[in-house]
């Protein structure tokens, strides 16, 4: 069974930073994608960053020269390092995974999320 847990997120001021980690257990051995959405109240889902299985990494416009994401596909975790945060990037943050079958639908797995909170 797949699992992932995060950890990293609490309340910051505007210009701060935070480090976020995501570990995976129980993924498979197959080429994966790692990242991060983000929900605010009352909006949907929005992607943030992610890291493909080749280490390079994706960003949302939103997020671009603020945030840099890492991680070690060995080790099946990640990293966002969220710089110069802003109010508006006060969400719950969640870490998911995306395996990549040979052959099959690629399979996508969510951790709980954390709150990252952001004072003006």
């Known amino acids: 069974q797949v699992q992932l847990v995060e950890s990293g997120g609490g309340l910051v001021q505007a210009g701060g930073s935070l480090r976020l980690s995501c570990v995976a257990s129980g993924t498979s051995h197959v080429p994966h994608t790692m990242g991060w959405y983000r929900q605010a109240p009352g909006k949907q889902r929005e992607f943030v960053a992610e890291?493909?299985?080749?280490?390079?990494?994706n960003y949302a416009d939103s997020v671009k020269g603020r945030f840099a994401i890492s991680g070690d596909n060995t080790k099946n975790t990640a990293h966002l390092q969220m710089n110069s945060l802003k109010p508006e990037d006060k969400a719950v943050y969640y870490c998911y995974t995306k395996e990549f079958i040979l052959g099959g639908t690629p399979r996508t797995y969510w951790g709980q999320g954390t709150q990252v909170t952001v004072s003006s």
């Open positions: 890291l493909f299985h080749s280490g390079s990494p």
